[in-house]
C-alpha cells in the first residue's frame, strides 16, 4: 500500500470507540520498531515527526523511509507532522509525501487560530491530507514549544464546535489537562470536558501528551471520544535507556547494531502496549 490519510481511520476509530497511536519518531530503527508493533497487532499506524526531527532528517528522507513501510506491509499507515507553526514547512512536508498535518496556531487569539487552521485545510483538501489543530495549550515541552503550566489553557467545547465550523478542519486536539513530557504526579485530565467537546464536534478528538498517562485513564478519555493519542517522550526513553544498558555492560562497544537491536525490541514492546491500551488491534483489516 502507498501511505494514507489518518482521516478514515480516525473517523472509523471515533465511530467504534478505540484510538489509534500515533508515535514520535526520531531514526530508521525509531520507525522500523513502531511499524513492527503495528504489523504484529494489525492496528491502523500513525507515524509522527515533530517539526525538530524534519530539520534533523529532512522531510524526503522520512517520508521515503515511511512510504517504503506502506509499501512492505499490509496495514494502513499515515505520516503526520507534529505541532507546526510554519505554512512553508507544512507544504513542504505535504510535497514530500506527508498525509497528515498539524497545523498549530493555539499560541494565537481564536481568530488568527481559525484564519491559520483554514489556509492549511485549503492546502490539505486539496492534496488529500488530513489537517490537525490546536485549541487551548497544551502544557509542558514538545520538541522546541515550550508552555509553562501557567500558561496552558483548556479549550472551551463552544468555542471547539465554533472553530471546527469555522476550519472545516479533519481532527482537533483539545487542550484538556494532558501535557507534553513525562507527568510529575498523575495527569489531571478534565474527563467532563472531553465528553462535553465530543458532545458538539463530530471530528476525530486528538489527546496529546499520551506518555504516562495511566492505562485506565487513557481508556476512558477513549470511551469518551478521543480518537488519536499521541505518544513521544515513553518511546524515546525505553529506546534510550536500552542503548545505555548496553554501554553500562560494555562501554567500549562499537558497533551501533549491537546497542540498536535491542533498542527496537524495547521501542516495539512499548509500542504494543500502547497500542493494545489504544483498542486499535485487529482494525487494520477495516482499511486493505
Ligand atoms: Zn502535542
Keep these: 500500500m502507498a501511505l494514507v490519510s489518518s482521516t478514515p481511520f480516525l473517523q472509523h476509530a471515533r465511530q467504534n470507540g478505540y484510538c489509534v497511536g500515533a508515535f514520535n519518531v526520531h531514526t530508521l530503527e525509531m520507525l522500523q520498531a513502531v511499524v513492527e508493533a503495528a504489523v504484529e497487532t494489525e492496528s491502523p499506524l500513525i507515524l509522527q515527526s515533530t517539526v525538530g526531527t524534519v530539520k534533523h532528517l529532512g522531510a524526503d528522507y522520512i517520508a521515503a523511509a515511511a512510504q517504503t513501510a506502506a509499501k512492505l506491509n499490509r496495514i494502513?499507515?499515515?505520516?503526520?507532522?507534529?505541532?507546526?507553526?510554519?505554512?512553508?514547512?507544512?507544504?513542504?512536508c505535504i510535497r514530500a509525501g506527508y498525509?497528515?498535518?498539524?497545523?498549530?496556531?493555539?499560541?494565537?487569539?481564536?481568530?488568527?487560530?481559525?484564519?491559520?487552521?483554514?489556509?492549511?485545510?485549503?492546502?490539505?483538501?486539496?492534496a488529500g491530507v488530513n489537517v490537525e489543530a490546536e485549541l487551548g495549550k497544551v502544557g509542558g515541552v514538545?520538541?522546541?514549544?515550550?508552555?509553562?503550566?501557567?500558561?496552558?489553557?483548556?479549550a472551551d467545547p463552544q468555542e471547539c464546535k465554533a472553530f471546527v465550523?469555522?476550519?472545516?478542519?479533519?481532527?482537533?486536539?483539545?487542550a484538556i489537562g494532558t501535557a507534553h513530557?513525562?507527568?510529575?504526579?498523575?495527569?489531571n485530565i478534565d474527563f467532563d470536558r472531553i465528553q462535553a467537546i465530543a458532545g458538539v464536534v463530530?471530528?476525530?478528538?486528538?489527546?496529546?501528551?499520551?506518555s504516562g498517562i495511566p492505562d485506565d485513564q487513557v481508556r476512558r478519555a477513549v470511551s469518551l471520544g478521543m480518537s488519536k493519542m499521541n505518544v513521544a517522550t515513553e518511546l524515546r526513553i525505553a529506546?534510550?535507556?536500552?542503548?545505555k544498558n548496553v554501554f553500562k555492560a560494555n562501554p567500549s562497544e562499537n558497533d551501533p547494531r549491537k546497542y540498536m537491536v535491542p533498542a527496537k525490541q524495547a521501542l516495539r514492546e512499548m509500542a504494543i502496549e500502547k497500542m493494545i491500551v489504544c483498542g486499535s488491534v485487529g482494525k487494520a483489516k477495516h482499511f486493505r
Excluded: W
Design 76 to 92: 494502513p499507515i499515515a505520516l503526520h507532522l507534529d505541532h507546526c507553526a510554519d505554512f512553508d514547512l507544512i507544504v513542504k
Design 99 to 126: 498525509t497528515s498535518v498539524m497545523i498549530d496556531a493555539s499560541h494565537s487569539p481564536f481568530e488568527e487560530n481559525v484564519a491559520q487552521t483554514r489556509k492549511v485545510v485549503e492546502v490539505g483538501r486539496a
Design 142 to 154: 514538545e520538541d522546541e514549544i515550550a508552555v509553562g503550566e501557567e500558561d496552558a489553557t483548556l
Design 165 to 174: 465550523e469555522l476550519t472545516g478542519v479533519s481532527t482537533l486536539a483539545p
Design 181 to 187: 513530557g513525562i507527568y510529575k504526579g498523575d495527569p
Design 202 to 210: 463530530s471530528v476525530p478528538l486528538v489527546l496529546h501528551g499520551g
Design 239 to 243: 529506546f534510550s535507556d536500552a542503548i
